[in-house]
């Protein structure tokens, strides 16, 4: 099964774009790339998922690269609301990795 | 309805006793999940429910017994816990069976504390 490697902490100011890294260099070739954010006690939301093309929808933009080994999620004007956990998953996207916690400074 | 509910929001239970979490939604999804979450951990998942039957079980301990009655509702069934159980139980739901490509939607849990 790919796992997935992010950083554990991150901080963004507000306003600005937030750019979430994720590593998945053992990923096959119909897995496809799950965000999700959990915002402190709350369910985990859904954010954006992509197999090779990049992606955007309200929320967030997706970019993985050429070789499928990494991705970023992009979320393009940051506020204080999108301090959360942010988790990059593969594998049916079922099984979380340790997550980045992105946090949003005024 | 785009949403997944669970009752209780919280639950304090001793190592003797029975207790049941239950998981609705409305959407018409055909996959149904239960994760595990401890303290500043990511979410595990326990079981998934396919077209109602048990597809994943990912080697959960006999204490805890998942039923999915009808295509709408999961329950998750507790007997004899231990205090290392205490958790947020998350209940998810998606519409296709597991392992499609679409997004999960997620309960905001139930707080389960074991004494």
């Known amino acids: 099964d790919a796992k997935t490697t992010q950083p554990t902490s991150m901080d963004c100011a507000e306003g600005r774009a937030a750019n979430l890294p994720c590593n998945h260099s053992?990923?096959?070739?119909?897995?496809?790339v799950y965000w999700y954010r959990q915002i402190h006690s709350q369910g985990p939301q859904y954010i954006i998922h992509?197999?090779?093309n990049n992606e955007t929808n309200e929320m967030a933009s997706l970019i993985i690269t050429e070789d499928r080994k990494s991705s970023t999620l992009i979320l393009p004007h940051a506020t204080l609301r999108d301090t959360a956990v942010y988790y990059c998953i593969v594998i049916g996207g079922m099984r979380f990795g340790a997550g980045t916690r992105l946090t949003v400074k005024p | 309805d785009t949403e997944v509910t669970q009752t209780p929001k919280h639950l304090v239970m001793g190592m003797t006793n029975k207790k049941s979490l239950k998981c609705e939604q409305h959407m018409g999804h055909r996959a149904m999940y239960w994760y595990k979450q401890k303290a500043k951990k990511p979410p595990e998942l326990m079981f998934v429910?396919?077209?109602?039957?048990?597809?994943i079980n990912e080697s959960v301990p006999s204490r805890f017994s998942p039923e999915c009655p009808n295509s709408s509702l999961l329950n998750l069934h507790l007997h004899a816990l231990q205090p290392e159980d205490s958790a947020l139980y998350l209940c998810a739901s998606s519409k296709y069976a597991s392992g499609g490509i679409d997004e999960q939607f997620f309960g905001p849990g139930t707080r389960l504390t074991v004494l």
């Open positions: 992509g197999l090779k």
């Open positions: 053992t990923i096959s070739g119909n897995e496809y």
């Open positions: 429910y396919s077209y109602e039957k048990l597809s």
